[in-house]
């Protein structure tokens, strides 16, 4: 151990009097608690994106291909997407709106159309139902979502009543008679309280349109996150007088915003170890102060002033390892507690999931640690200096 590290050392641990006892703890609990609300915050928030993210990829298809006027002879467009590196899982959809009637009751939602045959291949409805799967949907069939479900007191064998806004010939009959034959439970509130599912066929005859008609084709991609090239691929192969949109592409201003926050937290937390880092500030100047005789003698025999500085520096640094170290340990155990214990939770109406998720990454906690140290390596510039310059004479003038 060189004489620096030890001289550091013996400040640090040795006796002290109670007034820079007391502000070393501060300094060191001030360091832990902001790593500690940082580390807890950002987790948080990364649980958020991840887990909002998974429920709108599995409800949803990672790439859409439309037309204005709709896909007709589609399955000739599907022969000749699937081929493409990247895509698993091809399936097309109607999209609609149309009115719930139970009861008394009447609410507007919005109508998927799927063929059961290839939906669970690009979508996680499947894992969604209980004791129910998609490709057993029956003709006169609706899968419903938990919330609506729960609205409307609804469960598998009663009877709901779809209406159409548009009723197409004059006289038609425009009200479709159908049996609840799922209920699904994806976690997200919008998705489970105004999404329901009907064959594709139901679809066409509730919105008149032919056979041979879809609102688009849904794919599903072995790795989400190269939608975009995906995306270029199938402009290039169709042409530009489809619409192509990627799940990221539908959702770009909401993670933006998520993004935006996680960031805006990061900014406002970091200054609580900021303010911690005044309290490590203030125990070196005490230190120094205290410690003026010791700093006359180490220059009188020869210590130079970059070793001076080292000591000190060395000293705040450890009061900001020593506090992040700590920090991390909390921060680590309240996220494992939030974690497998989910004693918070969310109203879904407003956050659209139903329990506060936490996600821990380690390239989050690097960041974090790292900021601590540079914040409490700072801290110590001034004080070391200031011990560093003091002349041998002056420091012993009045010992």
């Not at 009097?17 to 915050?41: D, P, T």
């Amino acid at each position: 151990m060189k004489y620096e590290s030890w001289i550091s050392y013996r400040y640090l641990v040795g006796k002290k009097e109670r007034f820079l006892s007391v502000i070393s703890f501060v300094a060191v609990a001030g360091v832990a608690i902001g790593v500690m609300a940082l580390i807890v915050v950002i987790g948080v928030m990364t649980g958020f994106d991840h887990d909002l993210r998974e429920k709108i990829i599995g409800t949803n298809a990672h790439v859409l291909i439309e037309k204005e006027s709709g896909l007709k002879n589609y399955d000739a467009l599907k022969e000749r997407i699937a081929p493409l590196e990247g895509i698993i899982g091809v399936t097309p959809y109607i999209h609609g709106n149309v009115f719930l009637e139970s009861g008394s009751t009447t609410m507007g939602l919005t109508v998927r159309g799927v063929n059961p045959a290839t939906e669970a291949r690009v979508t996680k409805v499947d894992e969604y139902l209980k004791n129910a799967r998609v490709e057993d949907l029956p003709p006169d069939g609706v899968i419903i979502g938990s919330q609506l479900a729960q609205f409307f007191g609804l469960h598998s064998g009663d009877e709901v009543t779809l209406i159409a806004p548009a009723s197409g010939v004059a006289g038609e009959d425009w009200r479709y008679h159908l049996k609840v034959s799922g209920i699904f439970t994806s976690g997200m509130y919008d998705y489970d309280m105004n999404l329901i599912l009907v064959r594709l066929s139901k679809a066409q005859e509730i919105f008149h349109l032919p056979p041979n008609q879809v609102s688009g084709l849904a794919l599903k991609l072995e790795d989400v996150y190269a939608a975009p090239a995906v995306k270029e691929k199938i402009y290039g192969l169709i042409g530009y007088s489809f619409l192509v949109r990627t799940w990221i592409d539908t959702n770009r201003s909401f993670f933006a915003a998520l993004r935006l926050e996680k960031f805006a937290m990061f900014v406002i937390l970091t200054l609580i170890v900021l303010v911690a880092s005044f309290n490590i500030i203030s125990t070196l100047i005490v230190t120094v102060t205290t410690k003026i005789k010791d700093i006359g003698i180490l220059k009188s025999i020869g210590v130079p002033k970059r070793s001076i500085r080292r000591i000190f520096t060395m000293e705040g640094i450890a009061l900001g390892v020593v506090g992040t170290f700590w920090g991390a340990v909390g921060g680590f155990t309240l996220c494992w507690l939030l974690k497998k214990y989910e004693f918070i939770k969310l109203p879904q109406e407003i956050y659209y999931i139903d329990r506060l998720p936490v996600m821990v990454q380690l390239s989050d906690v690097l960041l974090i640690v790292g900021a601590a140290i540079l914040i409490s390596f700072l801290a110590t510039i001034y004080p070391a200096a200031k011990a560093a310059n003091l002349e041998p004479v002056e420091a012993l003038r009045y010992q």
